[in-house]
């Protein structure tokens, strides 16, 4: 099993940026891939983004390329999601999830494991 704790959601104008943290705890995610999503009211679950523990390489939805930097701390069993030049359309709820595989999954479904979210309101 593995646990997912999110962390550092909150308001923020547009233009700013905020860090999302997501620890990890139980079994070692060294062989794992993480994956960042996000929901909106009314709206599907949507890949922000994604990190193989191991290699480090990451990708990210067309939508963040450029904005978001997914990153991961060894020693903290902690992931990351640097968010900068947020945008009103950024605003949802943002989940880790995690799943023992080498190729990040790009839809939630492939996922075994979640955290519980954490809100993230971008102002105009």
Do not use: H
């Not at 997914?70 to 999601?81: C, E, F, G, P, V």
């Not at 947020?86 to 839809?107: F, G, H, I, Q, W």
Request: aromatic fraction near 10%; glycine fraction near 12%; charge should be positive.
């Amino acid at each position: 099993q593995v646990q997912l704790v999110e962390s550092g959601g909150g308001s923020v104008q547009a233009g700013g940026s905020l860090r999302l943290s997501c620890a990890t705890s139980g079994r070692t995610v060294s062989s794992y891939a993480m994956g960042w999503f996000r929901q909106a009211p009314g709206k599907a679950r949507d890949f922000v983004g994604g990190i193989n523990w191991n290699s480090g390489r990451t990708n990210y939805a067309d939508s963040v390329k450029g904005r978001f930097t997914i990153s991961r701390d060894n020693a903290k069993n902690t992931a990351y999601l640097q968010m900068n030049s947020l945008k009103p359309e950024d605003t949802a709820v943002y989940y880790c999830a995690a799943r023992a595989t080498t190729v990040v999954p790009t839809t939630s479904g492939q996922y075994n494991y979640w955290g519980q979210g954490t809100q993230v309101t971008v102002s105009s």
